[in-house]
């Protein structure tokens, strides 16, 4: 198993606000603080001599907010998780702000391609659950045929493409042996 579970489980968790909605509920300042927060972890954890300055860290928090307030809390936390276990940019020498912004736009980037992942299976299994609906609830030809009167299915004949009069055709010989059949035996 896994460190860190997938983008799209910290997506779909249940009742996760986004920062955003930190902002809104709150104000700014407290969507912006969390976000620095998370960030001074990253920042006190890189094994490098020159940390990001204050101003820097208040800068990347409010960048953050404001370009990637629509990921939930569970997927900022997963972001600065993964980016701690060296999965996006490296740092060399220094806590660069345009790294992590970028590894961050990869962390989107996976999330975009796990949603998109995530979307066309559901959309296939539904495709399937109606083809099968469909075929539960549908009958042959033959069948649709077979129950009309001959009033209709003479109209049928006379009116039918190619195609259906071939299927016409086939129902009406089918029919006829099996009747021939039956007064056979």
């Known amino acids: 198993m896994a460190a860190f579970p997938k983008i799209i489980d910290a997506y779909n968790a249940k009742d ?8 809104q509920a709150y104000d700014e300042n407290v969507a912006v603080r969390w976000v620095q927060q998370h960030l001074l972890q990253v920042n006190e954890f ?4 020159t940390k990001l300055s204050d101003m820097q860290l208040d800068e990347l928090a409010i960048q953050i907010r404001l370009e ?4 939930n809390l569970f997927e900022f936390i997963l972001f600065c998780a993964r980016l701690r276990s060296g999965k996006y940019e490296d740092f060399y020498g220094s806590v660069d702000p345009m790294r992590i912004l970028k590894s961050l736009d990869a962390f989107c980037s996976e999330r975009r391609e796990e949603l998109h992942k995530q979307i066309s299976e559901q959309e296939r299994i539904e495709r399937e659950k109606k083809w099968e609906e ?9 069948e649709w045929y077979e129950s009309l009167s001959e009033e209709k299915k003479n109209e049928v ?14 129902c009406e010989e089918r029919r006829t042996k099996e009747d021939e059949d039956l007064s056979n035996r």
Not at 16 to 23: G, S
Not at 68 to 71: A, I, S
Request: glycine share 6%; proline share 5%.
């Open 46 to 49: 890189a094994g490098v001599k």
């Open 16 to 23: 996760i606000p986004a920062i955003v909605h930190l902002a």
């Open 157 to 170: 004949r006379s009116n039918a493409c190619p195609a259906f009069a071939k299927l016409t055709q086939n």
């Open 134 to 142: 469909e075929r539960r609830n549908s009958i042959s030809f033959e």
């Open 68 to 71: 990637y307030g629509y990921l």
